[in-house]
């Protein structure tokens, strides 16, 4: 069974990141800044990075990766721009974007986070499913009802496993879990596994 917890991610390309830069020098998350975009054009671009795989990363070596991280410093070339890279926690940086210290934040930011209406999000480029997923061999399920289905702690998912009668257990690493899993679709092939 699929799950559709609806959770949409704000995955980048390097057309919509120029167009959040272009948003918060116009708009400035509600304050105006027009001097941002000549300020960072062969300048310095200040950009928040909080680790959610597989969309940000934070290399040991310092500065910011996974695909918002490519995708902004391809921005950066584009603009003749140097990364001041700076690591915190999400709320710390989009704080910081809000009061204008940084000129955008990658963090695999979701609908649901409370900042949405207190900054300048893009618009979602990628949406995903959980899904119930089940090592290959398996006989696909009619529903979950009464199924152990493995969920990384803290995981909306688990509330989703429930709901459907199913008995969600937290597990630190999904590799790990040896049967059923509630995971993003995207997730499943890196896990070996199939939608249920």
Known sequence: PMIHARPTIRSLNSASLAAVLVLLVSAGCGRGRPDTLSRVRGGV??????????????????????????LVAEVAKDLGARIEWVRAPESRLLRALELGELDVVIAGLTDES??????????????????????????????????TVFVLPGDPAAAFVRRRGGVPR??????????LVAAPTWQLASLALKPA
């Open 45 to 70: 671009m200040r950009v928040g990075v909080t680790e959610h795989r597989p969309w940000t990363t934070t290399p040991t070596g310092g500065g910011g990766g996974g695909i918002e991280g490519a």
């Open 114 to 147: 409370p900042w949405k209406d207190r900054v300048a999000f893009t618009q979602p480029m990628y949406t995903d499913t959980i899904v119930i997923g089940s090592p290959e061999r398996t006989t696909p399920l009619r529903d979950i009802r009464n199924q």
């Open 170 to 179: 937290p597990i630190p690493d999904l590799a790990l879990a040896a049967g």
